[in-house]
């Protein structure tokens, strides 16, 4: 799946407990990106990266942060954990702006 | 961004092929049509993407009219593999963070 591993797979937390997510790439792209997929909404992205320590809003940032300090790894930390936190989320890279997003295969985190 | 428009359902059988359309009626001349899909669990998959020209590469094609108004994803030998939920996104050109995902056609191929 294009050289990019999200880890954990699973998680379940409790509510009001730090959370980071990973993802990890080994193809060098320049962009990554934070999406988080539930029932009705589809994918909606949280945060993207374009470079290192070069990060931008999406348009459901709230409760997320995110650091990128080296090229093949992009965090997603959610400071508190809340019920409307659970969700599956989605890496996603591409090589440049104009480029197509290749997807990881997602970690399913339930708050508790 | 362009919204676009999709049958929330379609059914295929094997072996014949399978053509998805979309309406997107409000794009614009810097705007990109890309079509992902995604199968159960797993994360969506790059199918293709075109401008205003028809594409094809070792998945699909893509066909878009001539007025850029639609388009149509064509899956041209359907497998069981490739039921999946496939997703026509309108990206403008030179945005890396407009990749907006509708609710998309749910492909359901049958032997």
């Known amino acids: 799946d294009a050289g990019i591993t999200q880890s954990p797979r699973h998680k379940v937390t409790e509510t009001g407990t730090p959370v980071t997510l990973r993802c990890h790439q080994t193809?060098?792209?320049?962009?990554m990106y934070w999406y988080r997929q539930d029932p009705g909404h589809g994918l909606r992205l949280i945060h993207y990266?374009?470079?290192?320590?070069?990060?931008d809003k999406g348009e459901v940032s709230d409760g997320y942060s995110v650091s990128r300090s080296k090229t093949e790894d992009f965090l997603l930390t959610l400071e508190s954990a809340t019920s409307s936190q659970t969700s599956v989320y989605f890496c996603?890279?591409?090589?440049?702006?104009?480029?197509?997003?290749?997807f990881g295969n997602g970690t399913r985190l339930t708050v508790t | 961004d362009a919204k676009t428009t999709q049958p929330p359902s379609m059914d295929c059988a094997e072996g014949r092929a399978a053509n998805l359309p979309c309406n997107h009626s409000t794009i614009s001349g810097n705007e990109y049509v890309y079509w992902y899909r995604q199968i159960h669990s797993q994360g969506p998959q790059y199918i293709i993407h075109g401008l205003k020209n028809n594409e094809t590469n070792e998945m699909a094609s893509l066909i878009i009219t001539e007025d850029r108004k639609s388009s149509t994803l064509i899956l041209p030998h359907a497998t069981l593999r490739d039921t999946a939920v496939y997703y026509c996104i309108v990206r403008v050109r030179g945005t890396a963070s407009k990749l907006t995902f509708g609710t998309g056609t749910r492909l359901q191929v049958t032997l």
């Open positions: 996603a890279i591409s090589e440049s702006r104009d480029s197509p997003l290749h």
């Open positions: 193809e060098n792209h320049r962009y």
């Open positions: 990266s374009y470079g290192v320590k070069d990060t």
